[in-house]
């Protein structure tokens, strides 16, 4: 199979997806409270069969994609995982697998290890269990630890991602010790994104400015003496630091996300936004959704960008923010992203993150993701890492 689609039409300014994220499944045995389901993830029961995935990875991969990562909710919850990674493999493609841990036995990762998966990235929530738990609001600490070990046994590449927010900022210089003993290659320390529960949650959530600022500085002391063992990634948090990430390297640009419904979108959280069509894969070919579709034409390039964005010499870099972003704090999805200080919104991002505050006793409840265990009223407090 010609994997780069030479010969075919390829549309004006639309680049071939590099990156392919087949969200299996929206069901997970974790109940985090900066999960990025949708809300209303619960409208979605139906997941795209073993057939239908094959073929999506077959397009994708026909069209010049390169690296499939499976993800979820819990990807391991699919027990058609094997043969996915094993279709995935034998197209060409450098697998990675995005988990929680729950269900990863040896047995399994020995199977997912033979069918050819190259890459796996466990979660934690914190490097406390009594914090790995609440935040996920299951009994799931000891477990991580015993599937580490299990992934390094096998030979993996590993890498360890810890959703950072006012809970466990405090904690960064533990989990990069947790990290280190574990011998993981990366630790990713991904500031949270406030979209889905996370923008539910965002006041229980976001950190103080100091908070961050100290975590950031934890990591910089550690990153000269673990040089050449484990690279520490430090995702920036935009909405201090008053610069507009590069959403997914660009709307329809290198990333192309199918849900475990079939809804292909640009990035994780796009089907939220109004007034977009987003195809599904059961109806339409990869190569028609990402050349031709209206919604990932949307914001593809620099036409669709207000005056502000659009003059800005730094358009090409940061493709204008996050349309998401945009879209929950000012109602348009095409306004500057107001993180950017030329945003008219700016003011808002700023009073929301000076409202901020470092972690008290008094902080207010965590709202989990439907399923969990009633913790409404259950509160965190920093002193002695107590449950009240």
Not at 316 to 329: K, S, T
Request: some cysteine.
């Amino acid at each position: 199979m010609d994997a780069t689609g030479s010969g075919e039409r390829q549309h004006a300014g639309a680049r071939p997806p590099l990156w392919l994220l087949a969200e299996l499944t929206y069901r997970c045995p974790l109940h985090c409270a900066f999960c990025s389901n949708p809300v209303d993830y619960t409208r979605y029961r139906e997941e795209l069969a073993t057939a239908d995935w094959i073929r999506v990875f077959r397009e994708a991969r026909a069209m010049g994609a390169v690296q499939l990562g499976f993800s979820g909710g819990e990807p391991l919850l699919r027990e058609d995982l094997s043969e996915l990674v094993a279709a995935a493999h034998e197209l060409g493609f450098y697998t990675n697998l995005i988990t929680s841990g729950v269900g990863l036995t040896p047995q399994r990762a020995a199977s997912l290890r033979q069918a050819g998966l190259d890459h796996i990235q466990l979660s934690f929530q914190d490097s406390s269990r009594e914090l790995n738990d609440f935040l996920s609001s299951t009994r799931t600490f000891d477990l991580k630890q015993r599937v580490a070990r299990t992934i390094k046994e096998l030979g993996y590449p590993m890498v360890l991602n810890c959703v950072m927010h006012r809970y466990n900022l405090p904690h960064v210089d533990r989990i990069v010790r947790m990290a280190e003993a574990m011998e993981a290659d990366f630790l990713e320390l991904a500031n949270v994104q406030y979209y889905g529960w996370a923008w539910r949650n965002r006041e229980m959530l976001m950190p103080s400015r100091a908070a961050l600022a100290q975590a950031e500085a934890v990591v910089d002391a550690h990153r000269p003496r673990l040089e050449g063992r484990m690279r520490i990634l430090w995702v920036v948090p935009d909405y201090a630091e008053g610069k507009p990430k590069p959403c997914m390297a660009g709307w329809g640009s290198v990333f192309l996300v199918v849900a475990p419904d079939g809804v292909a979108l640009p990035c994780h959280s796009a089907r939220m936004l109004p007034g977009l069509d987003f195809p599904n894969v059961r109806e339409h070919p990869v190569r028609d959704i990402w050349q031709d579709s209206a919604a990932f034409q949307a914001y593809r390039g620099t036409g669709w960008m207000s005056p502000t964005c659009g003059s800005c010499e730094q358009r090409e870099q940061d493709h204008g923010g996050c349309r998401c972003q945009a879209f929950l704090l000012t109602g348009d999805a095409a306004a500057t992203d107001p993180v950017c200080p030329r945003s008219p919104h700016h003011h808002e991002v700023e009073a929301m993150v000076d409202a901020a505050t470092d972690l008290r006793s008094d902080a207010a409840p965590i709202r989990f993701v439907p399923g969990a265990r009633r913790a409404g009223q259950l509160v965190f407090r920093s002193d002695e890492n107590a449950l009240g």
